[in-house]
């Protein structure tokens, strides 16, 4: 397993941008595959995005694509979240979690590590 510490959240008017920061401890980080998923209030835990262990493949939900971006530095074990054009429906704690298993998998329950989480909210 790895350690993940995420960063980069807060308050931001609708249609503007925030990036996220997933921070991670370990040698082995750039093997694993890393999700960004998010919880609003009173709702489930919701996939946002994937990238694979070599940053070749991403996936995202149908809500943020062509809004969020994902990507990664593995010299610098870290994985990051643009997230473009916000909106209020986008107002959650994002987490970022790891997969050891060389999939891109949009299901909370194939993932490993997981963050604590940082919230974004976005204001109207």
């Known amino acids: 397993q790895v350690q993940l510490v995420e960063s980069g959240g807060g308050l931001v008017q609708a249609g503007g941008s925030l990036r996220l920061s997933c921070a991670a401890s370990?040698?082995?980080?750039?093997?694993?595959?890393v999700g960004w998923f998010r919880q609003a209030p009173g709702k489930e835990r919701e996939f946002v995005a994937a990238?694979?262990?070599?940053?070749?493949?991403?996936d995202y939900a149908d809500s943020v694509k062509g809004r969020f971006t994902i990507s990664r530095d593995n010299a610098k074990i870290t994985v990051y979240l643009q997230m473009n054009s916000l909106n209020s429906e986008d107002t959650a704690v994002y987490y970022c979690?790891?997969?050891?298993?060389?999939?891109?998998?949009?299901?909370?329950?194939?993932?490993?590590?997981w963050g604590q989480g940082t919230q974004v909210t976005v204001s109207s």
């Open positions: 370990g040698r082995t980080f750039s093997r694993y595959t």
């Open positions: 990238i694979s262990w070599s940053g070749g493949r991403t």
């Open positions: 979690a790891a997969d050891s298993h060389f999939r891109i998998s949009g299901l909370s329950v194939d993932y490993d590590s």
